[in-house]
């Protein structure tokens, strides 16, 4: 594998990045998008029991993860800017993993 040099502009990047606190609660995502539990639990890589915790109350309330939050925020920009992402743009971001790549539709 020949990994490639970081140079200023992907450093800055990178900087701007790991300062970024992007982040929306399932409950303002379940607000703004005509969504299932079962949706947000696809988008976080969650069990639905899991994410019926986050909307529960009491002891049944589980707070969710900040990488939780990060994947409902992308999930909405995407959402929001899907028209405006070039389609070579949109296969790349959201490229099948090799394995499912042939596979034949369910």
């Given at each position: 594998m020949?990994s490639r ?6 450093q800055?990047?990178?900087?701007l990045?790991?300062?970024c ?6 409950q303002?995502f379940?607000?703004k998008?005509?969504?299932s539990y ?11 029991s899991t994410?019926h915790?986050?909307?529960g109350?009491?002891r049944?309330?589980?707070?969710p993860?900040?990488?939780d939050l990060?994947h ?13 992402i070039p ?7 959201c490229?099948?993993p090799?394995h499912e790549?042939?596979?034949?539709d369910?």
């Amino acid at each position: 594998m020949n990994s490639r040099p970081l140079h200023q502009r992907e450093q800055e990047l990178i900087r701007l990045y790991s300062r970024c606190r992007l982040g929306m609660s399932p409950q303002q995502f379940y607000a703004k998008w005509q969504v299932s539990y079962e949706a947000i639990a696809a988008i976080c890589a969650r069990s639905p029991s899991t994410v019926h915790r986050w909307f529960g109350r009491g002891r049944q309330y589980r707070r969710p993860l900040p990488a939780d939050l990060r994947h409902l925020a992308l999930m909405d920009f995407l959402l929001e800017h899907f028209e405006e992402i070039p389609e070579d743009l949109r296969q790349v971001l959201c490229a099948l993993p090799p394995h499912e790549q042939n596979a034949p539709d369910a």
